[in-house]
């Protein structure tokens, strides 16, 4: 089993990721269509390149469905089901899941580490977006005798505004990361963190931000 990349490599190499397909994206358009046009499965993949290029990278799994991680984080492989029972957890994916690489002897032996999320041209504080921090949390929020292997998870984003903008990413930010923060608050064994590469200004036509919202257990 490889040495597991430390929070934050997978962070960094996330945000660079986000970065790389922002540049691409507007390569592509002939500079006529920024990256919060692109569908958000195009920041996904480049985040995972990204990772993959990091020094004893982990196994990088696009979609994986919810019963999956859940199955491959469990110590009771098959409370997985009870366990989205009990959370009012159902069905779907994540963007990005992070596994332990080692030989595997069969197909029921993955250990899933960590949970990615990637939305694209987050302004304001949507109700999808709280409930997919709370549906990080709830994945996160195993209790000692449930014994989860998951040890963060992460809602990456990138956004941007035009000058015409009343209300400035530096304003919007820090009242996105509040109302994320007020979730997590919920979950006393869970804590939070912010990342971004600091606000880009593109001379005459806006600004824009990519962020790395991060929950883990204490």
Not at 69 to 86: A, P, Q, T, V, W
Request: hydrophobic share 35%; with cysteine; aromatic share 8%.
């Amino acid at each position: 089993m490889s040495k597991f990349p430390t929070q934050k490599t997978i962070i960094d190499a996330t945000i660079r990721g986000i970065s790389k397909a922002k540049d691409n994206f507007i390569d592509w358009t002939n500079g006529r269509l920024y990256l919060s046009h692109a569908p958000a499965k195009m920041l996904s993949i480049h985040v995972a390149q990204e990772i993959a290029k990091i020094k004893n990278a982990p196994e990088i799994f696009i979609d994986a469905c919810v019963s999956d991680i859940l199955r491959c984080s469990l110590e009771n492989r098959d409370g997985f089901l009870d366990y989205m029972d009990k959370n009012s957890i159902s069905e779907g994916v994540f963007s990005i899941t992070l596994d332990e690489k080692f030989k595997h002897t069969n197909n029921n032996d993955s250990i899933s580490r960590v949970i990615i999320t990637v939305k694209n041209g987050i302004r304001d504080t949507k109700g999808t977006y709280l409930n997919e921090i709370k549906r990080i949390c709830l994945m996160l929020n195993s209790s000692k005798e449930e014994n989860s292997t998951l040890d963060y998870g992460i809602l990456a984003f990138y956004s941007d505004l035009p000058n015409s903008a009343r209300k400035k990413l530096s304003t919007r930010i820090p009242l996105i990361v509040q109302n994320f923060d007020e979730i997590v608050r919920k979950f006393p064994n869970l804590k939070s963190n912010f990342q971004d590469n600091t606000i880009q200004e593109i001379k005459d036509i806006g600004e824009w931000v990519i962020g790395a919202y991060t929950i883990q257990k204490f």
